[in-house]
């Protein structure tokens, strides 16, 4: 019976107890395995798990002295995130059985800090469109969303309290609103992404999942080798802007009045909440996202796009072809108006603490040959500031419906302390 | 006979040949071939060099349709750059005999222009600081610089004309220097990096060696894949600043005699030659650069520092060890002067088409032992600034010295039009 309880504890809460030896890491190990063993069959979640190798590492963990702040806490790292010890295919059959030489920076920085790395979770085809098998936990004809499938419905199930993805456009802030959990894309850069299968250089950023902003900060405090940021501060009441832009006509009802819902909430609790006056070049950045990205995709995948092109998607190849054919100039055009665009955020910053928006257009849409619309997201991305989905409302089909807000660039505690302080007043 | 001599055609007009079909690939790499057997065992500048498996690349790039721009040019490929079919070791015995699963997404680019992978250059370890086997071509008791040093040594020695390499530091525009060659470090991520192992990941660049401003354009058009940017503009004589910094005084008499020469030589040509004041801010980023770097490096080589740290240089490990202890704040805030300091840089350019400064503080030191000083190279890495090392002066040993040309970000091809000019200016 405890057993069956310790996956659903909350990181934070599991940490102190394993630090203080009050419960085992195999016995939280065995919790996760055995809720795995129940769901995985409809959910779906990994490519590789294996209990013995994950009992070996827990009980390894429990033979030594506490290693870090993730001491014993089970995480699930998405497949296009290098480990030394199980296969990493990327989410492509190209790469199938592949074995990489080492971990990744988060991998080896998160198994510094003492966490148990459970497996690999379902990735679609390198971080990109085409969906990988999983499936949403809270209905399984619906999408979890994507590219980190199954590190979102991994920890939406209870099946581990933890999960490492990744974000180019939407994948980390669309499958935590679609699965209902909290998901975190830190500012770029601030997660180091060696051993990470590159996308597009200057948009891949890694992302966390977690239950809550408190565990969710404890992992990023993890995989940055910071401890000190797992500490949330306090705030007062934030000063939130409400972002529409260009793409709002986008939104179905349920996020309109997610959003909305949230910011009658925060306003009641003290936040002095308005609209933000979106500045017009910011509708560009949206095309300027996909010619970095499909010009970074083209170089980047240059091996694969010549030697195994008959395993790539149709939608993948045809992302490289129009790659290939962008010239240095538009590039740089791009990445330009990027720039541009986040100094004229930077200085809109002055007036509000967070930022208030919508993190998908509404719940998980039915099916599952298609991820969702990263359209509320790739901005985002492209402009590198610190995002968090926060879960709490549900669409017409009951699914899960979050919002995200949205930090100043490299402010990223202050974005959790935010967060945190908002998640409360949430339903 | 005309073998012997083929390694020594420039790049360009051996592509032009190669096209035409006037000469064969064969027949280019075997006289690259013949030169590096003569004269590897003094200059070891190779981990990796198979002939079977040059001639048999030789004889397919011969036998099907002319590929792209670099089709059938020799090109060297530093040991942290991954390769598909060599093996790779990042420089490090951690990683003896390894196999990439894939080329790297410069190698690729190169491939898909029809370059021929001759095999892989000695690089120190991890492309940091403990040297490699590599000696200075020009005398084997004196360093090639690094970390790119079998690259620079194997272009300066005429055992090919083109090879890729990386600078985090000054490990592109140091040994280009020393060696008396054209060194390209692009603007901060042109050059896609996928499939490079990663150092600090705000920092690494590929960079580019060859024997003139117009073949290393032509290299950085193919591993960019935009064929566009391998055509050099005439520009009329440029505004050059000189650049002298707060590092000035590290500076050898053979380096202030060179700068001072070439200003004197571009300014007779037409240019207008004028001191840049260089605002005091600059002076910080020296130690701004070391905290990025310890602190990404700490990161990026979790997994070798947990695994293999005996495998790991001292120094290496201490870098590691102070980059561990490093906050995310000062982190942060390193980060954010090197942003301060960029938009005061493109301010500063208002005024000149090219910085004109040191490359190394002199000609290659005596000993193999230590790679050279990247006092005057680590700035412009962290700034992201196009820079090039232009050959043509010589030190009190005879040794090559260079000076270093510095454009504005991501103006590359306007950085490589003044180069050209000012290069047919030097001696």
Redesign the interface.
């Given at each position: 019976m405890i057993s069956g309880k310790l996956n659903e504890l909350p990181a934070r809460e599991a940490a102190v107890k394993l630090a203080r030896r009050e419960i085992g890491c195999e016995a939280l190990a065995r919790a996760c395995l055995e809720r795995i063993a129940a769901r995985e069959p409809g959910v779906k979640a990994w490519t590789h798990i294996d209990p013995d190798q994950v009992i070996a590492q827990a009980k390894a963990l429990d033979a030594g002295p506490v290693r870090g702040i993730l001491h014993g806490l089970p995480a699930g790292v998405k497949d296009v995130i290098d480990t030394?010890d199980m296969p990493t295919a990327y989410g492509s059959p190209i790469?199938e059985g592949?074995r990489p030489?080492?971990?990744?920076?988060?991998?080896?920085?998160a198994?510094?800090a003492g966490a148990l790395i459970m497996g690999k979770t379902v990735s679609t085809e390198f971080a990109t469109s085409h969906p990988g098998k999983t499936a949403n936990p809270h209905n399984p004809r619906h999408t979890p969303g994507g590219s980190s499938s199954g590190s979102a419905a991994a920890v939406a199930d209870r099946m581990l309290p933890l999960a490492l993805g990744t974000q180019t456009g939407g994948s980390t802030i669309r499958p935590a609103s679609f699965c209902g959990v909290v998901g975190f894309k830190p500012s770029f850069?601030?997660v180091?992404?060696?051993?990470v299968?590159?996308v597009a250089?200057?948009l891949d950023t890694i992302g966390l999942f977690a239950r809550s902003v408190a565990d969710v900060a404890l992992l990023f405090a993890g995989v940055?080798?910071?401890p000190?940021?797992a500490e949330i501060a306090e705030v007062p009441a934030p000063r939130v802007g409400i972002w529409r832009g260009a793409k709002w006509p986008e939104a179905l009802p349920e996020t309109v009045s997610a959003v909305e819902d949230a910011a009658a909430r925060v306003a009641r609790a003290g936040a002095r909440v308005s609209e933000v006056e979106v500045p017009g070049e910011f509708a560009e950045l949206a095309k300027a996202h996909h010619e970095i990205e499909y010009f970074?995709m083209?170089?980047?995948?240059?091996?694969?796009?010549?030697?195994h092109r008959e395993k790539l998607s149709e939608k993948f190849r045809s992302r490289i072809e129009h790659g290939?054919h962008c010239?240095?100039?538009t590039y740089?055009e791009s990445?330009?108006l990027a720039d541009q665009c986040r100094k004229r955020l930077a200085a809109l910053f002055s007036d509000y603490d967070v930022l208030l928006t919508a993190s998908a257009p509404g719940e998980a849409p039915e099916g599952l040959a298609n991820t969702g619309n990263s359209v509320f997201n790739r901005n985002w991305t492209l402009l590198q500031v610190p995002c968090i989905n926060l879960p709490g409302f549900a669409g017409p089909r009951g699914l899960p419906v979050g919002v995200q807000l949205v930090g100043r660039f490299?402010e990223?505690?202050r974005l959790l302390a935010c967060a945190e302080w908002a998640f409360r007043k949430l339903p």
């Open positions: 030394c790469y592949h030489a080492a971990d990744a920076a988060c991998v080896g920085m198994r510094a850069g601030l180091n992404r060696a051993g299968k590159p250089e200057s940055t080798g910071c000190e940021v970074e083209a170089r980047g995948f240059a091996y694969e796009f010549e030697h290939r010239t240095l100039a740089c990445l330009a490299r990223d505690p």
